[in-house]
């Protein structure tokens, strides 16, 4: 159970080298030819065998073995059509003749698959498959045929009668109920645009006019489709019209083919080597353009219409984005001023910049930017933003508070604990006690919470940590001898602050001092409390006793927002930790002995040395975390469903289009939180440019 | 002593010695506090997986502690495995199953195949087209899912404008409500990162291999699964881990997808609807989400080292 974190990123993300360089160059003739059937695979093939037979056992071998074959199948045909692909454009250059056959028969193939696909085509009784068999079989012999001539005299009239028929049997294959009565208007236009439109492109790729016609003849045959059959009324016209349809574009394209330039051995090797990056992108590329780049775009497009899709109506769902008080609401801001938060956050912030300028006489700096100045500035602008956003209310403006809150004490936290790890006794053990609540769901983990959480009536005994703490408190302080032994424990750890922070004043450690005075403040502030008005979870009643009282953490708005959020910087802290941990340890040591030489202290070092190293990776949390943060959506869900002032826009949006069923004001949330990431995809991009160059 | 007075900050005295060896401890000590109280969740949880309804409700999970081990039994797992139970884990760690072992390795061979391309083809628009796939890395699951929901409840087709005629684009394989709707899912959304990673480390690789590979008359095909292949493994096991994790305690994917057929539902979305019935289940909530996060949990302990890697080499800057 260790994290060996310098070696995994040297591995994985900065470079394979190391891995690579041990492979010697020798090895690669070997591992071209291949391995044979070793004692050591078969191993590891009785032991997966030996896995799934428990799995099929245990939880039914039907489910299972149902799953699996699924999942061969879907493996078994994205290998066999990448692999076939591969094999295919090998014949390119040794094979032309059975190059091109296989093209046309596959061409042929998905071309009438997808029109039967489509339910254009007649019925034919056992119906899959024959059609698209049928339509492989007549095009692979055409291009069969027309690689036999080399010359293009031969090879002209061959291709345009070849792609006819093609397109002929197409039309007498086409059912009647699709049958086009032709509008030649329209089929004019079509051509001409067509023509017009794809021969333009062409000659501008290739700054080339002689190409302008060859291109003008693809665009003449598209255009020509689309003109008669998407101009013309289905399913009144005749088979000779049909025929008039598909023959016409089909001749077209046997005429570009056949003016194509003779495949001289130099041509064949380009289109082997232009094709080979198409096959290993176009599986990947497919999967992006249909699952996200299409889709998104769609969503857009839905953000302007109404909750069926079926309306245009501009900008309304966005306008009730921002004018409804429950996700948009700054009625409140005023009160702003007067919280106690507020206060603090000013105070702090003041206090910061005075040690700044006291520090900094001594440097002779302006400011001196260390623990103890720029400790309670960072404190007191993160309780100011707190402030700001407990007071003005709303989906939104509780999503800012998540990514303010979780960004910065994740990364805080990380980073002290990265810190405190290092080189400590027994680090690799904490550091993954640390790390473990990444590997719990979000779900589970504000399950988890839900129990630390958890509010018992007040006469029952607390079975949740905090309540159960914040009772035991309220019972302390309410009794009058342990309120005693509490004050002086209190009062031992106030004294030992207080050396602290003079050995801190001393040693001129602003970071120190501030932290023990911060401590001291806070330990003086408790025994006030304990000997004073009293703390924790009590209510005296008016007969004079005292009775328990809970906190309901997730019930008492707007602070319920920081419980959940506690969830989220639980389960990733151990992730900027380990991050920043690796960072930390990848400083150079001479730059920190250095410094130590020149007399540089522990927290100087720290500030000045390591912290400016790790800048860069410290950037990389912040904008992942970011990330995370803003799509929240497992953690409000589970532990209150968006209730009591805690909802976020992606719990928002899936109740809007998936509970409502609004999927116009569903798809509107989406793009608002697609805006919301759009600056860190930049900042992502521009990272890895600067990486590359 | 004579090693305190190396220390320049020492205290000569043996006595204030003491004081400030302690202090010097104080971060070990703070460490380990955090450490404490990082942990004290999911033991709570785990502890209270196995005691009953009334045990739970009669005292906090840390009676452990104070030698109190009345009423601890393996019922809770019993009842929330039992198929037909309320709940029926057992069904739902299949269907997890289901759903990320496609959603792992089909984006893993595909992404291999376009890092490699990215990586080592030369072709036009290379640089712009791996610049947009990575764009795409950061992107909101929340923005697809619509459009997806419908492609996969009605198929998607398209009506041309102007000439009204609608093309189907993809059929209607009435995928809704099953496992492949939530894995195709999950397998579009895993592309630009898998891409990002592997291409990382596959273009890192050194070049003289690939010349001399080329020398021997080897082509990109060969080249890719003989070559590449076997020396990505460390970032393909990285990556294989990450993501079977990813999709292993996703909960809105498979929400929006399946969340309408109750057989097919994952574990992450039969516990969270366990804690929509808070008060009255709660005793089996422990359990389940206990099951639901074992398969991540042995992961975590048994392979940490590629699990570390996977995430670390997603975002440090490679």
Redesign the interface.
């Given at each position: 159970?260790?994290?060996?974190?310098d070696r995994?990123?040297e591995?994985?993300?900065?470079?394979?080298?190391p891995?690579?360089?041990r492979?010697a160059?020798g090895d690669?003739?070997e591992?071209?030819r291949?391995r044979k059937l070793s004692a050591d695979s078969i191993f590891r093939m009785v032991v997966v065998a030996g896995l799934v037979a428990f799995?099929g056992f245990y939880?039914?071998a039907g489910?299972?073995l149902t799953?699996?074959l699924?999942?061969a199948i879907?493996?078994g045909i994205?290998?066999a059509i990448?692999?076939g692909a591969?094999l295919l454009f090998?014949q390119t250059y040794p094979r032309w003749t059975t190059f091109n056959t296989a093209v046309g028969a596959v061409i042929g193939f998905v071309t009438l698959l997808v029109l039967d696909?489509?339910r254009v085509l007649r019925e034919l009784e056992p119906r899959p498959w024959l059609w698209a068999v049928i339509g492989g079989a007549a095009l692979g012999a055409v291009m069969f045929l027309l690689s036999a001539p080399r010359q293009q005299v031969a090879r002209l009239p061959l291709a345009v009668v070849g792609f006819a028929a093609f397109g002929a049997l197409i039309a007498l294959a086409a059912a009647e109920s699709v049958h086009p009565s032709l509008d030649w208007g329209k089929l004019v236009i079509g051509t001409v645009v067509g023509a017009v439109i794809v021969g333009g492109i062409s000659m501008l790729r290739k700054r080339n006019v002689a190409l302008a016609e060859k291109g003008a003849l693809v665009g003449a045959a598209i255009g020509w489709l689309?003109g008669a059959?998407?101009?013309a009324e289905?399913g009144t016209g005749s088979v000779g019209e049909a025929l008039v349809a598909t023959v016409v574009p089909g001749a077209l394209i046997g005429l570009r083919v056949g003016l194509a330039a003779e495949a001289t051995p130099v041509r064949r090797r380009a289109i082997e080597r232009?094709s080979?990056?198409?096959?290993?992108?176009v599986?990947?590329?497919t999967?992006?353009a249909?699952?996200?780049?299409?889709?998104?775009l769609?969503?857009i497009y839905?953000s302007f219409r109404d909750r069926n899709g079926e309306e245009n109506i501009g900008f309304d769902n966005y306008r009730a984005i921002f004018t409804n008080k429950n996700t948009f609401n700054l009625d409140n801001w005023t009160a702003f001023f007067t919280s106690r938060l507020f206060w603090i956050a000013v105070a702090l912030i003041g206090v910061g910049i005075i040690a700044g300028v006291a520090m900094g006489r001594r440097t002779r700096r302006s400011f001196e930017s260390g623990g103890g100045s720029m400790g309670p500035i960072a404190i007191g602008f993160f309780l100011l933003a707190c402030a700001v956003l407990s007071t003005v209310r709303g989906t939104i403006f509780n999503n800012i508070w998540w990514v303010v809150v979780v960004t910065t004490l994740a990364t805080a936290?990380g980073l002290?604990?990265a810190v405190?790890?290092d080189r400590?006794?027994g680090e690799n053990v904490?550091k993954?006690?640390?790390?473990?609540?990444?590997?719990?769901?979000?779900?589970?983990a504000?399950?988890?919470?839900?129990?630390?959480y958890i509010a018992?009536p007040p006469q029952?005994?607390?079975?949740?940590?905090l309540n159960?703490l914040w009772v035991w408190l309220g019972q302390i302080s309410t009794s009058e001898s342990s309120k005693w032994i509490a004050a002086v424990v209190l009062g031992v750890v106030g004294v030992g602050l207080a050396?602290?922070a003079l050995?801190g004043v001393r040693?001129k450690a602003g970071g120190l001092a501030a932290m023990s005075i911060a401590l001291l403040l806070l330990v003086g502030y408790l025994i006030y409390r304990f000997l004073g008005p009293g703390l924790g979870g009590f209510v005296e009643l008016e007969s004079g006793e005292t009775r328990a009282q809970t906190i309901l953490f997730l019930q008492e708005p707007p602070f319920n927002n920081m419980w959940l959020m506690v969830v989220l910087i639980?389960i990733q802290?151990g992730?900027a930790m380990?991050?920043l941990s690796?960072?930390i340890k990848a400083v150079p040591t001479e730059l920190t002995e250095a410094a130590k030489v020149d007399g540089a202290t522990e927290s100087q070092v720290f500030w000045r040395v390591t912290i400016p190293q790790i800048a860069?990776?410290i950037g990389?949390?912040v904008t992942?975390l970011i990330?995370t943060v803003?799509?929240v959506?497992?953690i409000v869900?589970?532990m209150t469903?968006g209730d009591f002032d805690t909802q976020v826009i992606?719990n928002e949006?899936?109740t809007r289009?998936?509970g409502n069923s609004d999927?116009g004001l569903?798809?509107a949330?989406?793009?608002v939180?697609?805006i919301a990431?759009v600056p860190?995809?930049f900042v992502?991009?521009r990272?890895?440019?600067k990486?590359k160059a | 002593m004579t090693t305190a007075l190396v220390d320049p900050s020492a205290p000569k005295t043996s006595n204030t010695g003491g004081v400030y060896r302690f202090l010097r401890s104080i971060p070990t000590w703070v460490l380990w506090l955090l450490v404490i109280v990082w942990c004290v969740p999911t033991l709570g949880l785990l502890v209270n997986s196995f005691r009953g309804r009334d045990a739970q409700r009669a005292s906090g999970w840390w009676s452990i502690f104070t030698g109190d081990f009345d009423g601890y039994t393996l019922d809770n797992y019993r009842e929330v495995l039992a198929a037909g139970a309320q709940g029926g884990m057992k069904q739902g760690l299949v269907n997890s199953l289901a759903i990320s072992l496609p959603a792992t390795i089909i984006p893993i061979a595909i992404a291999a195949f376009a890092a490699y391309a990215f990586a080592w083809i030369d072709f036009k628009g290379r640089e712009g087209l791996f610049i947009g796939t990575v764009a795409l890395l950061a992107i909101p699951t929340q923005v697809a899912l619509i459009p997806l929901l419908q492609m996969f409840v009605r198929g998607a087709h398209l009506t041309i404008p102007g000439i009204d005629k609608t093309v189907t684009l993809f059929p209607d394989l009435d995928l809704a409500g099953s496992t492949t709707a939530v894995w195709l899912t999950h397998a579009s959304f895993a592309m630009p990162f898998a891409i990002f990673l592997l291409h990382n480390y596959i273009s890192s690789l050194p070049r003289d291999l690939f010349e001399a590979a080329r020398i021997d008359g080897a082509d990109h095909f060969k080249i890719f699964y003989r070559l590449v292949l076997p020396l990505s493994v460390p970032v393909l096991a990285a990556f294989a881990i990450f993501q079977f994790l990813w999709t292993w305690n996703d909960y809105l994917i498979a929400l929006v997808m399946v969340g309408a057929n109750p057989d097919a539902l994952p574990a992450t979305v039969k516990i969270a609807s366990q804690a929509g019935e808070f008060g009255r289940l709660e005793h089996l909530l422990t359990a389940g989400a206990f099951l639901q996060a074992a398969v991540p949990l042995a992961v975590f302990f048994l392979l940490q080292r590629f699990f570390v890697r996977g995430i670390l080499a997603g975002s440090v800057k490679g």
């Open positions: 159970m260790t994290i060996t974190d995994g990123t591995e994985a993300g900065a470079g394979a080298a891995v690579a360089k492979v160059l690669v003739q591992r071209l291949g799995l939880v039914g489910s299972m799953t699996l699924k999942v879907a493996v994205s290998a990448f692999v591969n090998d696909g489509n689309v059959w998407g101009g289905l232009r080979r990056s198409w096959i290993f992108l599986p990947a590329l999967f992006i249909a699952g996200l780049v299409i889709p998104l769609r969503t839905l936290i002290a604990v405190l790890a400590s006794k904490a993954s006690l640390i790390f473990l609540p990444m590997a719990i769901s979000f779900v589970g504000g399950i988890i919470w839900r129990f630390m018992r029952d005994e607390q079975t949740g940590v159960s050396l602290l050995r040693t639980w802290a992730f380990v991050i690796a960072a860069p990776t990389v949390v992942t990330v803003m799509k959506f497992d869900k589970v469903s992606a949006m899936f289009a998936f999927f569903g798809a949330l989406a793009v939180l697609f990431i860190v995809m992502n991009i990272r890895m440019q990486a | -």
